[in-house]
């Protein structure tokens, strides 16, 4: 196992950024198999895989739910504990850790029983119909029961790589990604298992991913120990994580309540195969944006860690690299989807009608794609320097503040209802990334401004 230490104060910024951003990325393209893989298998059960494909889509602001709530915790906790590394308070960032453990598995518990008891109502509401929910509740009860160990897996992760070992973290997310994957095919086909099977796979990759974290965090090679004396919660600490975790978990779960309202819109207006088509429309944009959210895990640490010891030059190189190389993915995905769409969807199912339908809709719905990469990193950036307040408005903006409201709107003045629909998040995008940027360029010469510097700055 390599643990080589990455010196965030003083490693010249461009190459120790790629240094932790490339495992992130790696562990996020592979993640983002994690996450449709299952989709892909299903998607081509011989004879129910498009109702079946559809059925495990509804179950998606479920496990987005469940997502989120690890973010809170971790992306709250992991930017804290960095900055207290950055002050050489070490025994405050251990602290900061195990107060999100304990946090994590309280979380856990009330997740579980919530959606065991009102699963298949929600469902229902979620844009369910008689024809997919049997394939919808089987999929949630299972993999429900394994909300524990994604908590695990991936709340904790995020302590690993804020200490800059993202190779570490990167095999969190592999080694799970790798059963996940091999599972699949044998549950889903060889034992006719069909969701149930591809739920019981992810859920038992999940756990094995949160061993190796939890083993990681309690050994001599972690910076940061899960110690006992820390484990219980502290009121202070868990205050501040949850006022900076809240952006990415508005971030997150609002993801389930735009597939909510997403799903309800087009079911009314286009039936199952427009709620078809959004499940594999949804999966083109964690397509996109789990790679940008690894690159800004992998310069999350030198932001923290350096602005927490005032190093205000290193902050803005590490930022100016995270937003060029942000746009240029984004700019380079969003042609690759006007170019060839079908190429992406054939990947989901081969359903001839599902295929054009999900085609068409695939360039009304990621249009404008090419920006996000400016709002991403502007907002994540917002996030690794403490400011809560700031990341918290960006959040609610693009999607509570613009895109609910446009989904819900924009049909009654388009003939085309659905196109109207999938409308909504283009226009939303660009309306978004405008004020972020705007905002970004006002507030973060104020930010390091009020954080004196004691270094100069590098050449990248």
């Known amino acids: 196992m390599n643990t080589r230490t990455n010196d965030l104060g003083r490693d010249p910024v461009h190459p120790l950024l790629l240094r932790l951003a490339l495992p992130s990325i790696l562990?996020?393209?592979?993640?983002?198999?994690?996450?449709?893989?299952?989709?892909?298998?299903?998607?081509?059960?011989?004879?129910?895989?498009a109702a079946?494909?559809?059925?495990?889509?509804?179950?998606?602001?479920?496990?987005?739910l469940?997502?989120?709530?690890?973010?809170?915790?971790?992306?709250?906790?992991?930017?804290?504990?960095?900055?207290?590394?950055?002050?050489?308070?070490?025994?405050?960032?251990?602290r900061v850790?195990?107060?999100?453990?304990?946090?994590?598995?309280?979380?856990?518990?009330?997740?579980?029983?919530?959606?065991?008891?009102?699963?298949?109502?929600?469902?229902?509401?979620?844009?369910?119909?008689?024809?997919?929910?049997?394939?919808?509740?089987?999929?949630?009860n299972i993999y429900v029961c394994g909300t524990i160990f994604v908590q695990m897996a991936l709340g904790l992760n995020t302590f690993i790589s804020t200490q800059g070992l993202t190779r570490i973290s990167m095999m969190t997310v592999v080694i799970g990604a790798i059963i996940n994957i091999v599972l699949d095919p044998v549950f889903i086909f060889l034992f006719g298992m069909g969701v149930e099977g591809a739920a019981l796979a992810t859920i038992l990759s999940q756990a094995v991913s949160a061993v190796w974290v939890l083993k990681f965090l309690s050994s001599p090679k972690s910076s940061l120990r899960l110690r006992k004396k820390y484990l219980r919660p502290d009121p202070k600490i868990m205050g501040a994580v949850l006022a900076l975790?809240?952006?990415?978990?508005?971030?997150?779960?609002?993801?389930?309540?735009?597939?909510?309202?997403?799903?309800?819109?087009?079911?009314?207006?286009?039936?199952?195969?427009a709620v078809g088509s959004m499940t594999i429309l949804a999966s083109m944009m964690q397509f996109m944006m789990l790679p940008?959210?690894?690159?800004?895990?992998?310069?999350?640490?030198?932001?923290?860690?350096?602005?927490?010891?005032?190093?205000?030059?290193?902050?803005?190189?590490?930022?100016?690299?995270?937003?060029?190389?942000?746009?240029?993915?984004?700019?380079?995905f969003w042609v690759l989807i006007l170019a060839v769409p079908q190429l992406f969807v054939s990947m989901f199912t081969s359903d001839p009608q599902l295929v054009e339908y999900a085609s068409w809709a695939m360039r009304i719905y990621l249009g404008a794609s090419c920006i996000m990469g400016a709002q991403i990193a502007c907002q994540q950036t917002?996030?690794?320097?403490?400011?809560?307040?700031?990341?918290?408005?960006?959040?609610?903006?693009?999607?509570?503040?613009l895109l609910i409201p446009l989904i819900l709107i924009l049909p009654f003045f388009f003939e085309n209802k659905v196109m109207a629909v999938f409308l909504a998040e283009p226009v939303a995008d660009l309306m978004a990334t405008t004020v972020t940027v705007i905002m970004f360029t006002i507030q973060f010469r104020k930010i390091l401004a009020k954080n004196e510097p004691h270094s100069k700055e590098e050449p990248v």
């Open 66 to 94: 469940i997502t989120a709530f690890s973010s809170l915790i971790g992306m709250g906790g992991a930017p804290r504990a960095a900055i207290k590394m950055g002050q050489q308070d070490n025994d405050g960032a251990e």
């Open 292 to 332: 940008l959210m690894g690159l800004t895990q992998g310069t999350q640490p030198i932001i923290s860690y350096n602005y927490g010891a005032q190093n205000n030059g290193r902050v803005r190189q590490a930022f100016s690299l995270l937003l060029r190389y942000a746009i240029g993915y984004t700019v380079f």
């Open 97 to 140: 850790l195990g107060t999100c453990f304990t946090t994590l598995l309280g979380i856990s518990v009330v997740l579980t029983v919530f959606f065991l008891a009102f699963g298949r109502p929600l469902l229902m509401a979620f844009g369910a119909s008689e024809s997919t929910i049997d394939y919808a509740v089987a999929y949630m």
């Open 245 to 273: 975790g809240v952006s990415p978990f508005i971030m997150q779960s609002t993801e389930s309540l735009l597939n909510l309202v997403f799903n309800t819109s087009l079911q009314w207006y286009g039936g199952d195969l």
């Open 52 to 64: 079946a494909l559809t059925g495990v889509g509804v179950t998606m602001p479920v496990i987005l």
């Open 382 to 401: 917002f996030i690794a320097v403490g400011q809560a307040k700031s990341s918290l408005f960006l959040a609610l903006l693009r999607k509570v503040i």
């Open 27 to 49: 562990a996020q393209l592979v993640n983002m198999l994690y996450n449709i893989v299952d989709r892909i298998y299903i998607g081509h059960i011989p004879g129910v895989g």
